[in-house]
C-alpha cells in the first residue's frame, strides 16, 4: 500500500513538474508574445469588418501587438526605457484612433509617425542603439504608409 502511495505520489509531482513548465514557468517574455499574438489574430480579425466596426480598432490592435514583439525585453529590469516607449505609443495610437476621422487612415498613419519622432526626440538621450533603430523603422514604416494613402487619394481624385 505504501509503494502504491508513493508511485501515486511520483506521479503526481511528475505531472505538476510538467505543468509549471509548460504553463506557470514561462518567462514575462512568454506571456507576451501570447498576449501580442492574441491582440494580431483580434486585430486581423476586426480589419476584415465582419462586425461593422470601424478599420482604425483593428490596426490600433495590430500595432499594439507589434509594439509588444518589438519593445518587451526578455527580462524586465529596472528603469527600461523600451517599456516607457512602448506605453506612450500605446497611449499615442488609442488618442489618435479616437481623434482622427474614420474615413481619412492617411491622417492616422502621419500622426502615428508624429507621434514616433516625438517620443524618439524627447527619450535621445536615454535610448540605446537598438532602441533608436526600432523607432526609426516603425517612424519609416508609418510614413510609407501614410505617403501610399496619400497617394491613392491623390489618383482616386484625378480619376473622376
Not at 517599456?83 to 474615413?103: N, R
Not at 516603425?138 to 489618383?155: K, Q
Request: proline share 2%; aromatic share 18%.
Amino acid at each position: 500500500m505504501a509503494k502504491m502511495n508513493h508511485l501515486r505520489t511520483k506521479k503526481i509531482n511528475k505531472i505538476e513538474q510538467y505543468f509549471y513548465q509548460v504553463y506557470f514557468g514561462k518567462s514575462e517574455s512568454y506571456k507576451h508574445k501570447i498576449l501580442g499574438i492574441l491582440l494580431f489574430t483580434l486585430g486581423v480579425i476586426l480589419l476584415w469588418n465582419p462586425l461593422g466596426i470601424d478599420d482604425r480598432i483593428g490596426i490600433t490592435l495590430i500595432f499594439i501587438s507589434i509594439f509588444i514583439f518589438l519593445f518587451f525585453p526578455e527580462k524586465r529590469i529596472d528603469n527600461n526605457i523600451g517599456f516607457f516607449i512602448f506605453f506612450f505609443l500605446i497611449v499615442w495610437l488609442i488618442i489618435m484612433a479616437v481623434i482622427t476621422d474614420s474615413k481619412r487612415l492617411d491622417s492616422f498613419f502621419f500622426f502615428t509617425v508624429l507621434g514616433i519622432l516625438i517620443c524618439k526626440e524627447l527619450a535621445n538621450g536615454y535610448l540605446t542603439p537598438p532602441l533608436k533603430n526600432k523607432l526609426s523603422f516603425l517612424a519609416l514604416v508609418f510614413f510609407s504608409l501614410s505617403i501610399i494613402l496619400v497617394a491613392e487619394n491623390i489618383i482616386s481624385f484625378f480619376n473622376i
